[in-house]
């Protein structure tokens, strides 16, 4: 058996045993596509087959395609990877250190003992978290009524960081920052700019914050396991009229689009 026919059979086997919905698996070089296959359902719950186009929300993966438009900037020089921040985006400029809450539960706050940079949105070491992992941000969230980043309102960006920035590694809405500063120094929304510097260049017609009708026909469904342990379609669709775009998680993307950008990066 050749090693496609059997990256086949486990693929189909485990979304046959439902053990996943579904899967599109794509590898390749920097030059050519060595395997893709789809096998299992967009959406248990109906009838659609998986298919190599089918659109997911990409969630995270939007990460390394914001810091690329962004490092487009720094090598234009219209963005400084270690000037502070603060200077192009004033929610920036006073950083709060979360310390923990007081006997009321009041959150306690403390000014960052040094600005944020660029260079540190982009690395994940700005002092910026999720309430997902981090119980204290999550606590900070419930008790001052801010919502959470997946909103895409603006509000749920005015958190404070959880440690001084350049002192830790933490996972975070760093780079939804990073957007904000594509967006200030290009003049542009990040959907605009992105599509016009990534997206179109590399032939991306199938990414976007914005799902259009024709994805919507290939759009894979959400799923969470039951109480039972059997995976379930679930309920979700991110903000399609956002207050801002969500460059930490918001995009929509299909596979083949995907490996175009890995495929830029492979070649740069």
């Not at 510097?197 to 991306?204: D, E, K, V, W």
Request: glycine share 10%.
């Amino acid at each position: 058996m050749n090693s496609q026919a059997q990256i086949d059979e486990v693929l189909r086997r485990i979304s046959d045993a439902q053990e996943i919905p579904g899967v599109v698996a794509v590898a390749a070089t920097g030059d050519d596509v060595l395997y893709q296959g789809a096998f299992g359902k967009r959406d248990l719950s109906k009838p659609d087959a998986m298919t190599a186009d089918s659109v997911f929300w990409i969630a995270s993966m939007t990460k390394a395609v914001t810091t690329a438009g962004a490092m487009q900037l720094v090598e234009q020089g219209k963005l400084s990877l270690d000037t502070p921040i603060g200077e192009l985006l004033p929610d920036l400029a006073r950083p709060q250190v979360l310390e923990g809450f007081d006997a009321t539960g009041k959150p306690k706050l403390r000014p960052a003992r040094r600005p944020i940079t660029l260079r540190q949105l982009m690395t994940h070491t700005a002092g910026f978290a999720y309430n997902m992992w981090n119980g204290d941000l999550g606590t900070y969230l419930e008790k001052t009524g801010t919502p959470p980043v997946t909103t895409c309102q603006n509000a749920a960006l005015k958190t404070p960081i959880m440690s001084d920035p350049g002192s830790r590694w933490e996972y975070g809405t760093n780079i939804d920052f990073v957007g904000k500063a594509v967006e200030a120094a290009s003049g542009k929304r990040l959907d605009a700019y992105l599509r016009d510097n990534l997206f179109a260049p590399l032939g991306m017609r199938d990414t976007g914050f914005r799902i259009t009708d024709d994805m919507r026909r290939r759009l894979v469904g959400m799923h969470a396991r039951d109480e039972n342990g059997q995976l379930a379609s679930i309920p979700f669709e991110l903000e399609q009229e956002p207050e801002f775009h969500m460059g930490g998680g918001g995009l929509y993307s299909t596979a083949g689009d995907y490996i175009r950008f890995t495929q830029m990066i492979l070649n740069n």
